[in-house]
Every structure is written in C-alpha cells, then in structure tokens.
C-alpha cells in the first residue's frame, strides 16, 4: 500500500473512530475500558508519555507529568501537546517516554507491525507500553461475524487476539506483564451493566469486547549506553507539528515476521 493511500485513508478512520466514541456504546466501552486500565496507570510515574487512540484520553488520571497525545493532520489535532505525523514514524527520540497507550490502533493502521516498533523504541527501559484491542472472540467479535457489521467502523478493521500480539511484543523485548478483558455485557446490549462488569473483572473472563496488554521494555545490557537527551529540545519546544525524527537503535531496526 502506498503512502499516499495511507495519509488519505487515515485520517477518515480517525474521523470513523471518533465518531463512534462518542456515541453511546463506545462512551460505555471507553468508560470499561479506562476503569481497567486506571489501577495500572495510576502506579506509573515518569516525565512522559504518548497515547495513540481514536477515542478520548484514557490516561488523564495517570501521574506522568507531560502526557502527549497523537493526530495524522494538524486538522485532527485536539490541543498543542498533539504530535502530528503517521503513526509508524514518530519524530521522537529513542527511549523517551516511561509509558506509551495504543488504543484500538493496530486495527485500522495499514502496517501495525511497523507501529509496534516505532512505540517499542520510543519506551525507555523499565517503561511500559498497553495495547488495548477488540477482543475476536467477545460479544462484539460475534456480532462481527454478521456482514451488515462488516462494512464499517470497527468491524471492518484486522482484529487480533491477545495471544498473537503477546508473540509481537515478545519480538520487540518487551515481557508482557498482564492480560486484562473489559466491556462485559450481553450480546445486544452495551457493557453498562455494572455489575457484570465487575464479575467479568473480578474473574478476568475472556468474555469481554475488548482486551489491555501490559507490558514491560527489558533493560538493555549495562555496556550499552544510550544518547541523553531532551525531549522539549527534540520537538523544538512544542509537540504540534512534525520534527526530525532522530535514529533508531539497533534492535528496533529488526521486522516483525509473524502475521
């Protein structure tokens, strides 16, 4: 796919993506999913972080002090702390951010096995990367399975399970923590229902619309050093817009071959 497909194609999926987010049963669905992912983000400290979503900031209650967000188009931006580029080439230095969230991304991008890579090397050591993701199994998955569903947002995108993306991380030095399941409810319904939410959490069933990975960057080897560097110097003060995109290590530079 060509790179002209993708700028143009992009931006229509955020609009896709936004416009279910704001609709009841993606309101409902961010809201299970920010209470799962809100126990781990709040343990977090650091300097900053980058969350890669279509949807509303999950991550305002975590206590990572510049917390950037991403948009394909100045258009799309939603405020000054927004880096505006393609998802597969942040121009972000290595090893920079303490957490990174790809929220129901690796779906609808052309190649998720390069954004994979580009939030793998922009986490520094220690730091963590969630990947949140509909499960093909869950309610929504089954509904999925009906053509009607098939030709739009979200249904229409590549879903993965848990496991094979366990597989992708593991490939990218990353040891994946914890595997939560989120947005409990019965087929036809939206996952309001609290008290099945909690019975699903409670039990951490594979029932659920959607999944949250939690893994960890491994340290690299103590001889090998990593450039210092700024990050408000890097993006020339101010995050909207694009800047130089600075080299890549080494292990980053490797391809994800599973599909």
Known sequence: MSNSH???SLPERVREGRRFWASKPGEALWRAERACLGPACEALHGVHSLELSLAPSLTDMCPVRHALRWAPTRELAEGPATLVCQP???PLPDACLQLVVIHHLLEVVADPHHLLQEAARVTADGGRLVLIGWLPLGPAGVARLWSRHRRRWPWNGSWRGPGRLKD????VDFETERIDYCGFHLPGAAPRNASLEALGRRHN??????????ARRRAMPAQVQRPRF???AALGGHSLGSA????????SDRKI???
């Not at 992708?168 to 490939?171: D, P, S």
């Open 88 to 90: 597969d080439r942040l």
């Open 257 to 259: 071959e599973v599909d």
């Open 6 to 8: 993708k700028t143009i």
């Open 168 to 171: 992708w991380l593991t490939f």
């Open 230 to 232: 700024s990050l408000d």
């Open 205 to 214: 069933l594979p029932l659920g619309d959607s999944f949250m990975i939690r």
């Open 244 to 251: 130089t995109r600075l080299t890549r290590q080494s292990r």
